[in-house]
């Protein structure tokens, strides 16, 4: 998908109306829905263009439209590039020199697709509580960064200072707009550091300190006593 505006995609030939786009995200998601390591199998992505011949202030809203109605179906996408155009001479892009005309427009139009689809859309791809087995931490730090084999695999941020190389599994507790943070799994309460600990969700600063204080315990029944329901129990280890 370059533009969800028809009279753009007339205009510079493209293949793709936006009601064929939708279709073929609602396919991809029938056949691809399945989660394995703790993912989707199969999910599309969009790429629109920005500074294409016919582009007015109004396929930035057609934009956003399509992505509101791609969330309002409970659909789910991988990913949304949003690239500016490369015009050649001949094109009509080169010849109308759409390119920076609306880039006001434009910005904003990334700005919202970032807030306003990428987090909403990560949160639900990625739930509290999703195992990704199998990151390979890339970047040593506190956090510390990695990835599971694949496709477009989601960036992972561990709150951990983690070896390169390391490989483990791992459970989702927050978002970004790129990337998700996420704990070693199982997340072993009784020794994870605080600033660890504070990643459960509900939990925070001020009742991480809690905890630590009050390890070891001996339940989950123990730790709810304290910290309430968070989503990951399945995977807490006492």
């Known amino acids: 998908m370059e533009t969800a505006d ?3 995609v007339a205009a510079n030939n493209l293949k793709a109306m936006p ?3 939708f279709r073929a995200i609602e396919v991809v998601n029938d ?3 399945k989660r394995t390591q703790g993912v989707p199998e199969l999910l599309p992505g969009l790429n ?3 500074g294409l011949a ?3 202030p109004a396929t930035f809203d057609l934009n956003e439209a399509f992505l509101k109605r791609v969330l309002d ?3 789910l996408v991988r990913r949304v590039n949003i690239r500016q155009v490369m015009p050649f001479e001949g094109t009509k892009a080169y010849d109308e020199n759409t ?3 609306h880039d006001a427009r434009f910005r904003s139009f990334k700005e919202w697709a970032r807030k306003e689809f990428d987090e909403p859309m990560l949160r639900r791809v990625f739930p509290v509580g999703t195992v990704l087995s199998e990151i390979v931490v890339e970047v040593p730090g506190k956090p510390s960064f990695g990835r599971q084999m694949g496709s477009y695999p989601i960036l992972v941020g561990i709150p951990l200072e983690l070896p390169a190389r390391t490989v483990l599994d791992a459970v989702v507790v927050d ?3 790129r990337s998700v943070t996420a704990l070693p799994c199982p997340v072993e309460v009784n020794t994870l550091p605080v600033a660890a600990l504070r990643w459960i969700p509900g939990v925070g600063k001020k009742r991480a300190a809690t905890i630590a204080a009050r390890r070891p315990f001996g339940s989950l029944e123990e730790f709810r006593e304290i910290a309430g329901e968070t989503g990951i129990e399945k995977v807490m280890r006492f």
């Open 6 to 8: 028809p009279a753009v």
């Open 19 to 21: 009601d064929d786009v």
């Open 31 to 33: 056949v691809g829905g």
């Open 48 to 50: 629109f263009i920005v």
């Open 54 to 56: 016919g582009e007015t």
């Open 73 to 75: 179906a409970g659909l």
């Open 99 to 101: 390119l920076g005309k």
């Open 175 to 177: 978002w970004g707009m």
